[in-house]
């Protein structure tokens, strides 16, 4: 029996009720345009290479303009907290065009870790006084929340807080921590008595910071000490966990897009490469060997950036299945962007494995996001254990 007309029309509006989580606005667009091209100007290669050897690691001056200019670090926070009022998708097109750039310096760990775990956070008051800085990039946060393990998980957490004559105090170390060495604000994942808290420490009485020699000198990450360090909670006591795990999935969806611009550039910097390399008389773009290769590139980066997508997605849309995207996405995009840096230093041949040529920093990026927020194998463990299987 056929399928009558209105029952078809309701089937076709249900499966076609998802192509707006790829097909970017007009004003997404033209967001990536002026992003796009305000990175060209401002972060070309020599530019990266200067600022990952500064001791900040991040230009001051561009760090304003992003803020001044374009609003970037307020993107998806909303008006009532000083930002733009946007979304994650929005985000998403900064966030993708920073990984094509290599920006070095605290976008990630400020506006998506910390931007994230506030905005998550059921504590209007601590939103009020913390995210209008962030917002307006006067105030650079970090998400303190790995420790020696490294791991992203709640048993993981050792650091202590306690309620000690009207404040909060907390003990432990954190290590790996994005920008943590010159954060202005740290939010803090620790134990307390009922479980895990988050707490926000912005003043640097009891705390000993270092920073850590790291692959990737766009990313600096370091390690905190904390000796009875005074902290406010945010939100309530022990209750942190299932926020700061929401927000980690939409972290983890956002760096899968960041990833995605960073393979895509690395495929574009390889395919110019073949164009004007010759060998026996033809540009070795033209060998069948190395076109295959690059669509073999072409097809995985679109299916990572088509699963990236998905995942910024449900997370602007509040959708169920934004764990198990997420780390779809995470997993997938990691080995994706890996897998083309690789390409790209191989096809250069001998000039690709040396430090002048910019290959080498987008694999350094590579393998640094590859760790962040949990690799490859973990993702796929989490993907397993989301799906019931």
Known sequence: MSTPPAERTKEVDEMTDIPDAFAATDAQD???????????????????????????????????????????????????FGGSGFGYSELGVVVEETGRALLPGPFFGSVVLAGTALLCSADDAAKSRYLPGIATGETIAALAL????????????????????????????????????????????????????????????????????????????????????????????????????????????????????????????????????????????????????????????ECARGAAQYAVYAAARGLDELPAAASLAKAYCTDVYTKAAGANIQIHGGIGFTWEHPAHMYFKRAKSSEHLLGDAAYHRGLLADRAGI
């Open 30 to 80: 033209e967001l990536r345009r002026t992003v796009r091209g305000f990175f060209e100007k401002k972060m070309p290669e020599h530019e990266v290479r200067r600022i990952m050897e500064t001791p900040e690691g991040y230009d001051r001056a561009v760090w304003r303009q992003m803020a001044d200019q374009l609003g970037l670090q307020g993107v998806a926070i909303p008006e009532e």
């Open 146 to 301: 790995t420790e020696q393990s490294g791991r992203w998980s709640a048993d993981a957490v050792q650091t202590t807080a306690r309620h000690d004559g009207g404040r909060w105090i907390i003990n432990g170390s954190k290590t790996f921590v994005l920008d943590g060495h010159a954060a202005d604000l740290l939010l803090v994942a620790a134990r307390t008595d009922s479980g895990i808290s988050l707490l926000a420490v912005d003043q640097t009485e009891g705390l000993t910071r270092r920073m850590l020699s790291t692959l990737d000198p766009t990313r600096r990450q370091g390690r905190i000490d904390f000796t009875d360090t005074p902290a406010e909670l945010i939100g309530a006591e022990g209750q942190a966990w299932p926020s700061l795990s929401h927000a980690l999935d939409i972290a983890a969806a956002l760096l899968a897009l960041e990833q995605v611009g960073g393979a895509q550039r690395c495929l574009e910097i390889a395919v110019d490469y073949a164009k004007t390399r010759h060998q026996f008389g033809k540009p070795i773009g033209s060998f069948q060997a190395i076109r295959h290769r690059f669509a073999d590139l072409m097809l995985e980066i």
